[in-house]
């Protein structure tokens, strides 16, 4: 249900449907707002978050991954960094409708086993590991 529903509801005249209405429709506002802020963070900031350099999978492929994080990002084409900033930003959004949808699901009674995949995706995606978690399976991977 979009506020624009929920703002036909406070037009109906039903106290309580309006305040229900207009409570909901801040709390939506607000979700929003904190899922683009952190979204927009986990996009601006994925190199220095999860230090790829670090990764030691990686690490052995070639010495370009052994240098510091700043090193590569700074080296890095602005292709490849939009890339990452997209590429990021998309995946913790995509996390963060995936925890909106959880949350609706469990409020009004309908969870069921296809919740867990929610429950999954909203975590790898809040919390920044789609794009890494996208990789598994890469010849990256395969050593």
Not at 2 to 12: F, G, H, M, T, V
Not at 13 to 36: E, K, W, Y
């Amino acid at each position: 249900m979009s506020c624009s529903d929920l703002l036909d509801l406070r037009s109906s005249g039903d106290t309580m449907r309006s305040s229900v209405a207009n409570h909901l429709c801040v709390i939506a506002t607000v979700f929003s707002a904190v899922a683009f802020a952190f979204s927009l963070f986990y996009g601006l900031r994925c190199w220095t978050i999860h230090e790829l350099d670090l990764e030691p999978k990686l690490s052995d492929l070639t010495k370009r991954w052994k240098r510091p994080w700043n090193e590569l990002w700074k080296d890095g084409t602005w292709v490849w960094k939009v890339h990452q900033i997209f590429l990021n930003f998309c995946g913790s959004m995509f996390g963060w409708g995936a925890f909106w949808y959880l949350l609706r699901d469990y409020f009004s009674g309908r969870v069921s086993v296809l919740d867990f995949g929610l429950a999954v995706i909203a975590f790898l995606g809040i919390t920044g590991l789609v794009p890494r978690a996208s990789r598994y399976g890469s010849p990256l991977y395969q050593k």
